[in-house]
Nanobody
């Protein structure tokens, strides 16, 4: 069974930093893209950052320049380093991975249960 364990969410003051980690286990295929999404109350879930297996990154416009995503392939982990946090960053952050099956080439998406990030105003 695929399991995503997220950690690092916390309450921080504006201008502070946080590091979110996500560890994947139980995968039987190859983990392709890994990423972080967030959802604030009353808003749609949005992409924060993603990273391909080859290390190519994509950032949401609102976090570009402040956040950095990285991954450790041997340990199947993805990390989001967040700096210069602002109140608008307050949301539940979800880890997402795309897994390619070893046979057949089908892809599956998995989501973590989310970790709360709160930036006080």
């Amino acid at each position: 069974q695929v399991r995503l364990v997220e950690s690092g969410g916390d309450l921080v003051q504006p201008g502070g930093s946080l590091r979110l980690d996500c560890a994947a286990s139980g995968t039987t295929g190859t983990i392709d893209t890994m990423g972080w999404y967030r959802q604030a109350p009353g808003k749609q879930r949005e992409l924060v950052a993603s990273i391909t297996g080859g290390g190519s990154t994509t950032y949401g416009d609102s976090v570009n320049g402040r956040f950095t995503i990285s991954r450790d392939n041997p340990e199947n982990t993805v990390t989001l380093q967040m700096h210069d946090l602002i109140p608008e960053d307050t949301a539940v952050y979800y880890c997402n991975i795309r897994v390619i099956r070893r046979r057949g080439g089908n892809a599956d998406n998995y989501w973590g249960q989310g970790t709360q990030v709160t930036v006080s105003s």
